[in-house]
RNA sequence: GGCCCCGUAGUCCAACGGCAGAGACAGGCGACUUAAAAUCGCUACAGUGUCGGUUCGAGUCCGACCGGGGCCA
């Protein structure tokens, strides 16, 4: 039966349709097992599946396979993060409903991931643009806006003017939107904000406690929070030149150990005195507007020339009312930033630097690195930012930069002005708070009504969800929900009189800060999540995603965590205990004759020696191979999952998404790599025909005794099971196609040394027991080709529900064991003895050896290292 | 500019501080075949980016540098 070529086209279908009959994935909350909550990050409904998809799912499939195997309840589901940008744009470009393009996109992704053959439980399947998601959502804002966790403030934004909309700082890359790539503006809006900042603190350090997170996420993460650790000095104002008589200014710094190398004071353009002077001096106020054209952004900033302009202002040094400071107003300077306003010590920071070389106010530095001698440090164009001693600084002279920090702030705290301390220890971040407003049509509605008399006043939680209306139009730009004829107009919940509805819509990383909750109950109408159920599945064992999402979506999912439990929704902080980035799909890159890209399906590639050609299939005409980089339509090297399921089958495309390269790393599709994968797909069939001839049956009794080729067979078996296992659970899938590989390699070997008058019980045994651990290893990986292995062996029961086997770790000990005798670090002999050997008895062994003596020579050893079960190493 | 990750056969990659090779791809030779494909067998190929240090012993640890990538500025 198995001489015939395994044809996934009919048996990956076949053994869909079983374990659906089956209900095999179907996860019950009531299950008494241990659980396992395993999550790879869900799809945004585009259209079609890619290949970071087909990686990122079998990654997750292979542990949700094995965790089941090994006795878990296994929480394992699917959904669609179904708000966006791309809906309102297919709306406007093909005049079709965003609901319609979104449920067409997922319909069709659901049947190419079912093609997958992933053990999904598909009952707990959600999409956040469905009214049953988002009325919970709708309901999460209510209850954070009664915890005090929701805000609604103007706020200078980040204005995207080709998507019309608002953007968080985290969407703006290089000074561009993220989605449209268009250059952000500044605007003034009243926008709602979710207080990520009152987690700030908490947020940071629980990052510590992520021990399972990569150290690179983490490391972003605490840089995005950016917790610093400053000064808040009021700095005394001559208020014969404030205009407006002011008396002092406040300052953050994260340098008060710097105070006395400071050259001037700097405030933000929109600082309050800054708009007070350009009142009355209109050069002032030409440069204001000229600073607010370069953008907010920081890389705008540090890109931009520093510049500034002298408020003829002057400040008092905090410990020398003699020393006068000039106040500029300055580009870079960041009202959101502090207290809006900074002194400035150019000799240990460049951009105060780059300011004082353009407008003459010199530097003394503060701070001499520790192999320099003060009189002979001088700065010029590079600030020091390096560690050192104080100099130049009176009373700190001497000081290390810790102990002057101190200092500085032990002297200003116990300072008092005006009954207040002139300086103030102040730990600063860089995280804002999370603006959520969106004036776009194809989002969570926020559930607010604004009345005229009432204010702002919150949709009754009896009449949620506040939907979207299904009759709007995309033919002009802005908002749909604005311009609707009656969609607004509602009565206010408070006064009965005519009110306005909310028009904004929450930013589609609300949607994806929760799922992996609702996930837990996605049925319950009543409440967003049901506590005993979701208190038992949370935190997710396993989520495994995109590198791209280490900042964004993955803080935005931990603050949101932590509302919820302030909310009373969950009752944990963290909800992801394990984290796993998986590296992109790459591909070759192709030019045609044009010089335009050209797709791998439009051209064929010839091998010549080492020499690679490609030409195109259509004229011939020769095609030049680029460089290896991330699959993307515009370089047109993707390659599409359906083609490669239709012509090779789910099985080989998984497969060789999880050989070769480890998981983290980026893989490289190539033509090659999928036919070796199919090969073996062939070849495990072929050998699971020539393993079922030569073994015994199911559920045979072991014989008592074993020959030594039986042995062997066994013991291969069982160091694959094992290594098996510890790949698994560090996520080494590389490795477990290594050991896959190794195993078959064995046994087509041993199978190749039977003869037809071979009939003995043990090799029968130790041929089952070793073909059964090869499928049961590989099935997590190929499922559907595991099944119908384990079929042609003889069993009648699903290899998807199947316990996983038990390693015998006694079998891979061995009695004697050989080894290496190093002279001098280098290799000369082997020597074999007992397991239990003592070093004495190894030393005596290795002594006797020919080549030992050989090498030595006559010469006495000086040492004897034995590392038992390792190596030996006999120093002359 | 700072921090992080990665540099091992032609290629992708393995190797608790202990014999540099688990596995794959590509290559070469052979078997089967009228021939080819498929399949099977055999096989060459690196001393681990460079320089120094620690160690009985370094791909692995430390330092400096070179190259590639990432994050932050």
């Given amino acids: 039966m198995t001489s015939e070529r395994y044809n996934a086209r009919e048996a990956e279908p076949k053994w869909q349709r079983v374990w659906e009959e089956r209900?095999?994935?179907?996860?019950?909350?009531?299950?008494?097992?241990?659980?396992?909550?395993?999550?790879?990050?869900?799809?945004?409904?585009?259209?079609?599946?890619?290949?970071?998809?087909?990686?990122?799912?079998?990654?997750?499939?292979?542990?949700?396979?094995?965790?089941?195997?090994?006795?878990?309840?296994?929480?394992?589901?699917?959904?669609?993060?179904?708000?966006?940008?791309?809906?309102?744009?297919?709306?406007?470009?093909?005049?079709?409903?965003?609901?319609?393009?979104?449920?067409?996109?997922?319909?069709?992704?659901?049947?190419?991931?079912?093609?997958?053959?992933?053990?999904?439980?598909?009952?707990?399947?959600?999409?956040?643009?469905?009214?049953?998601?988002?009325?919970?959502?709708?309901?999460?804002?209510?209850?954070?806006?009664?915890?005090?966790?929701?805000?609604?403030?103007?706020?200078?934004?980040?204005?995207?003017?080709?998507?019309?909309?608002?953007?968080?700082?985290?969407?703006?890359?290089?000074?561009?939107?993220?989605?449209?790539?268009?250059?952000?503006?500044?605007?003034?809006?009243?926008?709602?904000?979710?207080?990520?900042?009152?987690?700030?603190?908490?947020?940071?350090?629980?990052?510590?406690?992520?021990?399972?997170?990569?150290?690179?996420?983490?490391?972003?993460?605490?840089?995005?929070?950016?917790?610093?650790?400053?000064?808040?000095?009021?700095?005394?104002?001559?208020?014969?030149?404030?205009?407006?008589?002011?008396?002092?200014?406040?300052?953050?710094?994260?340098r008060p150990d710097t105070l006395f190398g400071a050259k001037f004071l700097a405030i933000a353009p929109d600082h309050p005195l800054a708009r007070a002077t350009a009142a009355g001096n209109a050069d002032l106020a030409a440069f204001i507007e000229e600073c607010k054209r370069t953008g907010t952004a920081q890389e705008a900033i540090d890109k931009a020339e520093k510049k500034g302009f002298d408020t003829g202002i002057r400040a008092r040094h905090p410990f020398d009312p003699a020393w006068e400071l000039p106040v500029y107003v300055a580009n870079f300077i960041l009202m959101e930033y502090g207290t809006g306003a900074i002194f400035g010590c150019p000799a240990h920071d460049q951009r105060d630097l780059d300011f004082v070389n353009r407008y003459g106010l010199g530097n003394t530095p503060v701070v001499c690195p520790p192999d320099i001698a003060p009189e002979a440090f001088v700065v010029t164009d590079v600030a020091y930012d390096g560690d050192g001693r104080m100099i130049n600084s009176r009373f700190l002279d001497g000081m290390t930069i810790a102990e002057a920090k101190e200092e500085v702030a032990r002297r200003l705290e116990s300072e008092s002005v005006d009954g207040r301390p002139?300086?103030?220890?102040?730990?600063?971040?860089?995280?804002?708070?999370?603006?959520?407003?969106?004036?776009?049509?194809?989002?969570?509605?926020?559930?607010?009504?604004?009345?005229?008399?009432?204010?702002?006043?919150?949709?009754?939680?009896?009449?949620?969800?506040?939907?979207?209306?299904?009759?709007?139009?995309?033919?002009?730009?802005?908002?749909?929900?604005?311009?609707?004829?009656?969609?607004?107009?509602?009565?206010?919940?408070?006064?009965?009189?005519?009110?306005?509805?909310?028009?904004?819509?929450?930013?589609?990383?609300?949607?994806?800060?929760?799922?992996?909750?609702?996930?837990?109950?996605?049925?319950?109408?009543?409440?967003?999540?049901?506590?005993?159920?979701?208190?038992?599945?949370?935190?997710?064992?396993?989520?495994?995603?995109?590198?791209?999402?280490?900042?964004?979506?993955?803080?935005?999912?931990?603050?949101?965590?932590?509302?919820?439990?302030?909310?009373?929704?969950?009752?944990?902080?963290?909800?992801?205990?394990?984290?796993?980035?998986?590296?992109?799909?790459?591909?070759?890159?192709?030019?045609?004759?044009?010089?335009?890209?050209?797709?791998?399906?439009?051209?064929?590639?010839?091998?010549?020696?080492?020499?690679?050609?490609?030409?195109?299939?259509?004229?011939?005409?020769?095609?030049?191979?680029?460089?290896?980089?991330k699959m993307s339509k515009s370089k047109r090297n993707t390659v599409d999952p359906d083609d490669i399921i239709g012509t090779f089958g789910a099985d080989t495309a998984r497969w060789f998404m999880l050989s070769d390269s480890p998981p983290e790393r980026d893989v490289i599709w190539t033509e090659e790599g999928v036919q070796g994968a199919s090969r073996f797909v062939q070849r495990l069939w072929r050998l699971t025909g020539e393993i079922a001839r030569v073994a015994g049956p199911v559920g045979a009794e072991a014989p008592a005794t074993f020959t030594t080729e039986a042995l062997a067979i066994r013991k291969a078996a069982h160091r694959a099971l094992i290594r098996t296992e510890e790949d698994v659970e560090r996520l080494r899938f590389n490795r477990c196609v290594a050991h896959a590989y190794e195993l078959a390699n064995a046994l087509s070997a041993a199978i190749g040394a039977v003869t037809d008058d071979t009939d003995r019980d043990d090799l029968a045994f130790a041929f089952r027991e070793a073909g059964e651990v090869l499928i049961q290893i590989v099935a997590p990986m190929m499922p559907h080709l595991a099944e119908e292995c384990w079929l042609a062996l003889g069993h009648t029961r699903l290899v998807a529900d199947q316990p996983w086997p038990a390693a015998d770790r006694a079998l891979v000990v061995e009695d004697e064991i050989t080894l290496p005798v190093q002279i001098n670090g280098k290799k000369r002999a082997d020597v074999t003895v007992s397991r239990t050997a003592s070093s004495a008895e190894v030393e005596a062994a290795v002594m006797q050896l020919e080549a030992v003596q050989r090498a030595l020579e006559g010469r006495p050893v000086r040492k004897f290292v034995v590392v038992p079960g390792r190596i030996v190493n006999v120093v002359v």
């Fill in 23 to 254: 209900e095999l994935f179907r996860t019950r909350n009531d299950d008494p097992r241990p659980k396992y909550y395993v999550l790879e990050m869900f799809p945004y409904p585009s259209g079609r599946i890619h290949m970071g998809h087909v990686r990122n799912y079998a990654m997750g499939d292979v542990v949700a396979r094995y965790k089941r195997a090994r006795g878990f309840n296994v929480l394992h589901p699917m959904g669609w993060d179904a708000f966006g940008m791309p809906a309102e744009n297919a709306a406007m470009a093909n005049k079709v409903h965003p609901a319609t393009w979104t449920y067409a996109n997922i319909a069709t992704m659901r049947s190419q991931l079912k093609s997958m053959g992933l053990s999904l439980d598909w009952h707990r399947e959600i999409a956040t643009c469905d009214p049953s998601y988002y009325k919970h959502q709708q309901r999460l804002f209510l209850d954070f806006m009664a915890a005090g966790l929701v805000d609604r403030k103007t706020a200078k934004v980040n204005w995207d003017p080709v998507d019309h909309t608002v953007l968080a700082n985290e969407q703006v890359i290089d000074g561009r939107g993220w989605r449209s790539g268009a250059v952000v503006e500044q605007r003034e809006l009243t926008q709602w904000f979710f207080k990520i900042t009152d987690f700030a603190q908490e947020l940071h350090d629980a990052l510590d406690q992520l021990d399972r997170w990569p150290e690179k996420v983490r490391l972003m993460q605490r840089n995005w929070i950016g917790r610093s650790e400053g000064l808040m000095v009021r700095f005394a104002l001559d208020s014969k030149t404030s205009p407006g008589g002011e008396r002092e200014l406040e300052i953050y710094t994260t």
């Fill in 422 to 629: 002139v300086g103030t220890r102040k730990v600063n971040f860089r995280l804002r708070d999370w603006g959520v407003s969106r004036q776009r049509y194809w989002g969570c509605p926020i559930p607010i009504i604004h009345c005229d008399s009432c204010g702002v006043v919150p949709v009754p939680k009896a009449d949620l969800p506040v939907k979207l209306p299904e009759d709007v139009s995309f033919d002009l730009p802005g908002n749909p929900l604005d311009r609707h004829p009656t969609w607004k107009a509602v009565d206010c919940p408070q006064c009965g009189r005519a009110a306005r509805r909310e028009t904004d819509t929450m930013d589609t990383f609300v949607d994806s800060s929760w799922y992996y909750s609702r996930f837990t109950d996605p049925w319950l109408d009543e409440a967003p999540t049901d506590r005993a159920v979701v208190d038992h599945w949370l935190p997710v064992d396993q989520y495994i995603g995109g590198i791209e999402h280490a900042i964004l979506h993955l803080l935005y999912s931990r603050f949101y965590t932590r509302a919820m439990r302030a909310a009373g929704h969950v009752g944990l902080d963290e909800p992801f205990r394990g984290l796993f980035t998986q590296g992109m799909v790459v591909h070759e890159t192709y030019k045609g004759p044009d010089g335009a890209w050209v797709s791998p399906a439009e051209i064929r590639i010839e091998a010549d020696g080492a020499e690679r050609r490609a030409t195109l299939l259509s004229s011939g005409e020769p095609v030049e191979i680029g460089g290896i980089e």
